[in-house]
């Protein structure tokens, strides 16, 4: 064991002022009962179980054309043009609709299975859920008509004029077919006005969204996962001459939860996910760059795409970034039914790290999409994070907006999976857990041991899940990685109160933290609260042990250990959380802003620094 371990602290941000914002969203009439109080939702929600029908409108001169018939690359902008309004009104819209089939002209359920499930909307309907959706009023010269068209003259006079009106969507590869809807009535009392035609995706079964993990703590193999719509076994060509094959898998709408109220996984959120493929490039060397690509002839290839293996167990240095409950944001002015408003700056932030090559590998600890039942949001975030996940180890933990729904066997019963209850997370996202639905491991980087829990699922004493936590923390060998990190979702120790359940389950922190504390775990890292905040080294509510100030940072020195130290680091991207007014005494700092943590381990420190994503100025 080294003789002196340093803990330093940093926190890096903006001159500004920290912004305290609530995550809790007013509730919304007409929303559906089963997400009420659970999810930060948009007033888009309310179109599940609307009866939508064309409205009565005799105008003749609509259209709806898009700045592309097709085929769409893999990724794009579309531009959607309304025309020929009559009576431009603010509650016009254009919603983006993709179906679970093929072809959006036809769909295959009939209007018994929508009465089975509750939803006595018209068929064909769109099928499905409004994948987003924007006012037409984006647009600032709709509403006071400033493209403008004459639709009938009399003697050179114009008796009738229209309005015309254009609004760009940021498209993915989700294979299946595209069209954009005209409505007005906002979305409280929506009616269909005009429909484009369909538009397809060039390559449907394209791999895609390539991302990577560990597998062990040798660094000698690394796991590529990736997405297609091509059933046959693909392969990954890398290193210059080697290639490995895929296995692939999918899951169906029948592996999705659901309850008295059909979840949307299990009904208007479902989108088919096409096939999940997984390979394992083995043979490398830690702490190496290599390029792969990965694909077929016949379904078509990625680009090449170089990585970085990460640091293997006992050498001597790792950095890593790490962050939860990131989600997404839509890449244009659309709503979707859950936008994550710092997403995109993290993952920018986080983007010239990784570029810069001093980032060997990142942890994302739960909440991972917020997809949310919404199957379709899955192909936006992983293309989202592919700027990240393709070039370094992407490393997971489950959080409740993946695993939760009544029945499930979850701890909490919560509908906050939506009724995926953690199947489309370990599809997309396969750690090297102790099995199906059982999300925990362990792996070694560097200097550094890390325990990845599930606290969605049953953690109580003697519980299976409790039992591994005990053993492989008293497993670690201190001479070959003398920091020890465990990372979970839900935290032991947060000062912002939550107006539904409790962020902190006390049940979890009796059953968990002695064994934190037995095993002298140094560092702590948790999100589900939707901000940054440190303790100091703390058992039982109570501080072990402070800081010395060295250099204006906070250091323990771990030689003489105390107790571990808990961070935070909800803020990837949800909507920020408030703090208490009234701070315990074991919490030493607290930053409402969105960002990440950047450490640096080696086998003498380890150094903690919070980032803020929305600038590049900071100090110590």
């Not at 997404?328 to 995109?344: F, N, V």
Request: hydrophobic fraction near 35%; charge should be negative; include cysteine.
């Amino acid at each position: 064991m080294a003789t002196l371990l340093l803990f330093f602290f940093s926190i890096f941000f903006s001159s500004m002022s920290p912004s305290l914002s609530s995550s809790s969203s007013p509730l919304l009439i007409d929303s559906v009962d089963e997400f009420m109080n659970y999810t930060a939702i948009s007033d888009m929600r309310v179109l599940n179980r609307r009866i939508l029908a064309d409205c009565l409108d005799p105008n003749p001169y609509l259209f709806v054309n898009t700045s592309t018939e097709g085929p769409l690359y893999d990724e794009t902008y579309v531009t959607v043009t309304v025309g020929g309004v009559l009576v431009p009104d603010k509650a016009d819209w254009i919603a983006m609709i993709t179906p679970a089939n093929t072809k959006i002209s036809d769909c295959p359920l009939n209007s018994l299975f929508y009465v089975q499930t509750g939803d006595i909307s018209s068929l064909p309907l769109l099928c499905h859920y409004p994948v987003k959706a924007q006012y037409v009023s984006n647009d600032p010269s709709y509403l006071n008509c400033s493209k403008r068209k004459c639709e009938v003259y009399e003697n050179d006079d114009c008796l009738v004029h229209s309005c015309s009106a254009s609004v760009t969507f940021h498209v993915v590869n989700f294979r299946t077919d595209v069209e954009f809807v005209f409505f007005t009535g906002g979305f409280a009392a929506p009616c269909i006005l005009k429909r484009s035609d369909p538009i397809s995706f060039a390559n449907p079964k394209q791999p895609l969204y390539g991302h990577l993990s560990s597998i062990d703590s040798t660094a000698t193999s690394m796991r590529l996962t990736w997405v297609s719509g091509d059933e046959n076994k693909q392969v990954v060509q890398y290193a210059q001459g080697r290639s490995s094959t895929s296995q692939v898998s999918t899951f169906t709408q029948d592996d999705m939860c659901s309850g008295i109220l059909p979840s949307p996984a299990k009904d208007f959120g479902w989108h088919e996910p096409g096939y999940v493929h997984t390979a394992i490039m083995s043979g490398l060397l830690p702490k190496q760059t290599y390029s792969y690509r990965y694909g077929s002839d016949s379904a078509g290839w990625s680009d090449q795409i170089k990585f970085k293996t990460p640091p293997a167990t006992g050498s001597d240095e790792l950095k890593f970034l790490a962050y939860g409950d990131m989600g997404k944001a839509p890449l244009d002015p659309s709503k979707e039914h859950y936008i994550q408003p710092g997403s995109i700056s993290v993952v920018e932030a986080m983007t010239n790290e990784v570029a810069s090559g001093n980032v060997d590998s990142i942890f994302h600890i739960g909440d991972i999409s917020y997809a949310t039942g919404f199957l379709v949001e899955w192909d936006f975030f992983l293309s989202f994070i592919a700027p990240l996940a393709s070039h370094v180890a992407y490393m997971t933990a489950i959080g409740n907006h993946e695993r939760d729904y009544e029945g499930s066997g979850s701890v909490y019963i919560t509908p906050d999976s939506g009724g995926e209850c953690g199947v489309a997370y370990e599809t997309y996202f396969p750690m090297p857990a102790m099995g199906k639905d059982k999300p925990w491991y362990s792996i070694e980087q560097a200097t550094v041991h890390f325990t990845v829990i599930s606290t969605e699922h049953e953690w109580k004493v003697n519980s299976e899940q409790y039992n591994w936590i005990n053993e492989d923390l008293a497993s670690i060998d201190r001479t070959r990685t003398p920091w020890s990190i465990f990372l979970g979702h839900r935290p032991m120790y947060s000062s912002s109160e939550s107006s539904i359940l409790p962020n902190v389950d006390a049940g979890f922190v009796k059953s968990i933290e002695p064994l934190l504390m037995k095993n002298k775990v140094d560092l702590v890292f948790f999100g589900h609260v939707h901000n940054y905040e440190r303790t100091c080294a703390v058992y039982q509510k109570t501080c072990k042990g402070l800081p010395a100030q060295i250099n204006g940072i906070d250091t323990y020195n771990n030689s003489n250990y105390t107790a571990p130290v808990h961070a935070v680091i909800g803020m990837g991207g949800f909507t920020l959380d408030k703090f208490s007014d009234d701070a315990a005494e074991w919490s030493l700092v607290r930053i409402s802003e969105f960002g990440y943590v950047r450490v640096h381990a080696t086998s003498q420190k380890i150094t903690v620094e919070f980032v803020n994503s929305n600038t590049t100025e900071f100090y110590y």
